[in-house]
T-cell receptor, first 113, second 111 residues
Framework: NAGVTQTPKFRVLKTGQSMTLLCAQD?????MYWYRQDPGMGLRLIHY???????AKGEVPDGYNVSRLKKQNFLLGLESAAPSQTSVYFC????????????FGPGTRLTVT | GENVEQHPSTLSVQEGDSAVIKCTYS??????FPWYKQELGKRPQLIID?????GEKKDQRIAVTLNKTAKHFSLHITETQPEDSAVYFC??????????FGTGTRLTIIP
């Protein structure tokens, strides 16, 4: 099993450009999450999904959109990148919420210039 | 919503000594408290968790204690080794709600 994978691993964008980050999991998990990690701020939840076809806002959703068309995939989109979105992005999945281990992907380092 | 505070932000200990990281939470209804370890350049991974019906849980050199009255929980690492150097995150959740993470503690083990 590959677990949770993310593509790409690194990306540099110019302000105003758009991009999509792809997360895939092969554990048949219902829940999937997108976090951003910034120095001194821990892991902050951007958006999450409780099942195929569902999405919900997390703590810091502004400037991002998500889609979960297939159970195994969770896409994070940036429509118009800003320097404030420079961060490391982690995807995670879990069997359910509240009391279940979250399995994280390897992360995507995004720099917006 | 839930608020989780974690202290200290950095911690250095001599190899072989013990390390303690503390977290406080705001929502008294929270009932699940995991700890994640993130080595440099790697993904966070669960190392231990505790539920509100238990006061302490141990797994070899690591243990977590929970004080529901005071709304705080702690990670204890004994006989620290170089491979314990990492960033540690605490988190809390209640029911089926999502996890709220602390801001992390960078632990450095001094050989």
């Amino acid at each position: 099993n590959a677990g949770v994978t993310q593509t790409p691993k690194f990306r540099v964008l110019k302000t105003g450009q758009s991009m999509t980050l792809l997360c895939a999991q092969d554990m048949n998990h219902e829940y999937m999450y997108w976090y951003r990690q910034d120095p001194g701020m821990g892991l902050r939840l951007i958006h999450y999904s409780v099942g195929e076809g569902t999405t919900a806002k997390g703590e810091v959703p502004d400037g991002y959109n998500v889609s979960r068309l297939k159970k195994q995939n969770f896409l994070l989109g940036l429509e118009s990148a800003a320097p404030s979105q420079t961060s490391v992005y982690f995807c995670a999945s879990s069997r359910a919420s509240g009391g279940y281990e979250q399995y994280f992907g390897p992360g995507t380092r995004l720099t917006v210039t | 919503g839930e608020n989780v505070e974690q202290h200290p932000s950095t911690l250095s200990v001599q190899e072989g000594d013990s390390a303690v990281i503390k977290c406080t939470y705001s929502d008294s209804a929270s009932n699940y408290f995991p700890w994640y370890k993130q080595e440099l350049g790697k993904r966070p991974q669960l190392i231990i968790d505790i539920r509100s019906n238990v006061g302490e849980k141990k797994d070899q050199r690591i243990a977590v204690t929970l004080n529901k009255t005071a709304k705080h929980f702690s990670l204890h690492i004994t006989e620290t080794q170089p491979e314990d150097s990492a960033v540690y995150f605490c988190a809390a959740s209640k029911g089926n709600e999502k996890l709220t993470f602390g801001t992390g503690t960078r632990l450095t083990i001094i050989p």
